[in-house]
């Protein structure tokens, strides 16, 4: 679960090298889970990447360390928070997804960020 001033690790190459929140939608409540879409700002980037130092981006939050149960039962639970850094559309600024993501995010209708990833858990 996520809150105001969490840090992010980027699984994306938009060129971010951290990610901290800084607005969750009052539809999501105070803590953002998987799937949810939150307000980030990029403390720190590669020169010549797709997003800037200081920039504000709306991420979609791909994995928590909080554990999250599904309907079947079954607990998941991750290594770190990451995101991915997304546009108005809802398509991914970068073209390669790093890491496991949930299934979560292709049920809720981001099939694109799910089709990149090597793994979905």
Known sequence: ????????RPADNSGAKRLMV????SKIGRTATIGDVVVCVVDGADPNSAVSDK???RVLVVRVKK???RK???CLKFDDNAGVVINKQGLPVGTRILGPVAREIK????????????EVV
Do not use: F, H, N, P
């Not at 679960?1 to 992010?8: G, I, P, T, W």
């Open 1 to 8: 679960m996520l809150q105001l001033r969490s840090v992010l």
């Open 72 to 74: 079947d039962g079954t």
């Open 67 to 69: 554990e999250i149960r």
């Open 55 to 57: 920039e504000k981006v």
């Open 22 to 25: 800084i607005g969750i939608s």
């Open 107 to 118: 049920e809720i209708g981001y099939t694109k960020i799910a089709s990149l990833a090597r």
